[in-house]
């Protein structure tokens, strides 16, 4: 049982990293967190891509404060 629910991921994500690939996503290295974001959730969807789903990742309310170096 094991076994076959592993099968059925691979088959899962390789559906989605085509989709993703079909979606151009592949063709330059991501420059930002939404880039990268839209790439993952295209390869989770899997083949929820080929029903209309088109998963976006907003990055623009990521506020990142980094800490500054102690003196």
Same mark, same amino acid.
């Given at each position: 049982?094991?076994?076959?629910?592993?099968?059925?991921?691979? %088959?899962? /994500?390789? $559906?989605? #990293?085509?989709?993703?690939?079909?979606? &151009?996503?592949?063709?330059?290295?991501?420059?930002?967190?939404?880039?990268?974001?839209? %790439?993952? /959730?295209? $390869?989770? #969807?899997?083949?929820?891509?080929?029903? &209309?789903?088109?998963?976006?990742?907003?990055?623009?309310?990521?506020?990142?404060?980094?800490?500054?170096?102690?003196?």
């Amino acid at each position: 049982m094991g076994r076959l629910i592993g099968i059925l991921l691979v %088959i899962w /994500l390789a $559906i989605g #990293a085509f989709a993703a690939f079909q979606r &151009g996503y592949f063709e330059d290295t991501p420059s930002n967190c939404s880039e990268t974001g839209d %790439i993952a /959730l295209n $390869i989770v #969807a899997g083949p929820l891509n080929y029903t &209309g789903l088109n998963p976006k990742v907003d990055c623009s309310d990521i506020n990142v404060d980094t800490p500054e170096p102690s003196e």
